[in-house]
């Protein structure tokens, strides 16, 4: 079936760096990715919509500047967490959609643990 | 009112039971529903995906879809430990590709 990849599964950085987490479609094309943030005991949080070949569209209240998404093939899409800070320590997570007959099956990658010291 | 509620348990229950989690929904233009299972530190998996009121079995699973009431269930049947999980329903408009969640429901299955 359908496979989302993410990598890294965990990072730790140091306050002020920048990580950059990818996100892969593995068996399908994907115009569309989405990332979000999970913080323990959660649910999702959309943080913004990747766009193949376009800007992203960002929720409100997510700093654009901050999390820097690019999304420059079918198949993968990246998320910089810029300047980053130890708030920003969370479980990061995308998702893809495969089109199919019945709409759009939407998969998930294993997300990305990062840690900011 | 969110546009998706599901009770975020905790639901614990013993091993071989029938587990049944629910959420419901306000808007009527949510035509795509899936139930996702997300172990502690990791991505949601894809458990279930309908799209059309009814059910859909698999395995021990099954998905129900009743959308006169706005209304889906996840019915695990002969539960095990390994369905200890959280459990999230999510429904989308017809040709998007942006899910709204529910708020995950936290299931124990004791040995």
């Known amino acids: 079936g359908a496979v989302v990849s993410q990598h890294p599964s965990r990072v730790i950085c140091k306050s002020g760096t920048s990580v950059k987490i990818e996100c892969r479609s593995l068996d399908f094309q994907a115009t569309t990715m989405f990332w979000y943030r999970q913080f323990p005991k959660q649910s999702l949080m959309l943080m913004a919509t990747?766009?193949?070949?376009?800007?992203?569209?960002?929720e409100q209240g997510v700093e654009k500047d901050k999390f820097l998404i690019n999304h420059a093939s079918l198949t993968l899409s990246t998320l910089t967490v810029t300047s980053a800070h130890p708030e920003d320590s969370s479980f990061y997570i995308c998702?893809?959609?495969?089109?199919?007959?019945?709409?759009?099956?939407?998969?998930f990658g294993e997300g990305s643990w990062l840690t900011v010291v | 009112q969110k546009e998706v509620e599901q009770d975020p348990g905790p639901l614990s229950v013993p091993e071989g039971a029938i587990v049944s989690l629910n959420c419901t929904y306000s808007?009527?233009?949510?035509?795509?529903f899936m139930w996702y299972r997300q172990y502690s530190r990791k991505g949601p998996e894809l458990l279930m995906y309908t799209y059309s009121s009814g059910n859909k079995e698999d395995g021990r699973f099954t998905a129900q879809v009743d959308k006169s009431s706005k209304y889906i269930s996840l019915f695990i049947r002969d539960s095990q430990p390994s369905d200890s999980a959280t459990y999230l329903c999510?429904?989308?408009?017809?040709?998007?590709?942006?899910?709204?969640f529910g708020q995950g429901t936290r299931l124990t299955i004791n040995p």
């Open positions: 990747s766009n193949e070949g376009s800007k992203a569209t960002y």
């Open positions: 808007n009527s233009a949510f035509q795509y």
């Open positions: 999510a429904m989308i408009w017809g040709g998007a590709q942006k899910l709204v």
């Open positions: 998702s893809a959609g495969e089109q199919g007959i019945a709409g759009n099956t939407i998969y």
